[in-house]
Nanobody, 123 residues
Framework: QVRLVESGGDLVQPGGSLRLSCEAS????????IGWFRQAPGKEREGVSC????????YYLESAKGRFAISRDNAKSTVYLQMSSLKPEDTAVYLC????????????????WGQGTQVTVSS
């Protein structure tokens, strides 16, 4: 049974940092790309970052480049999203998802999703 559980969300001041975790079970991180998404109230869900399983290629939303870093620890079956220089506009529920492909780009869809973790950036 595929399961994704996010954690690490919190209230943080602008300029602060957080590390989100996505703990996976029921499958191997070696076989699937994992993406991080976010959804803010009244806005559409948007892709924030992704990490491919075969070559470790990473991808970022333009506004996240230079501030966020995605990584994975296959031994712990966990994907991380390190976020720094956080801004109020980063406030959202952050979700991780499994893509039915090795790679972030190209064919495939995100078939399994976690419940999300709330990130609030406010002074």
């Amino acid at each position: 049974q595929v399961r994704l559980v996010e954690s690490g969300g919190d209230l943080v001041q602008p300029g602060g940092s957080l590390r989100l975790s996505c703990e996976a079970s029921g499958f191997s991180l070696d076989d699937y790309a994992i993406g991080w998404f976010r959804q803010a109230p009244g806005k559409e869900r948007e892709g924030v970052s992704c990490i491919s399983s075969r070559d470790g290629s990473t991808y970022y939303l333009e506004s996240a480049k230079g501030r966020f870093a995605i990584s994975r620890d296959n031994a712990k079956s966990t994907v991380y999203l390190q976020m720094s220089s956080l801004k109020p506009e980063d406030t959202a529920v952050y979700l991780c998802a499994l893509k039915d492909s090795y790679y972030c780009t190209g064919k495939g869809s995100y078939d399994y999703w976690g419940q999300g973790t709330q990130v609030t950036v406010s002074s």
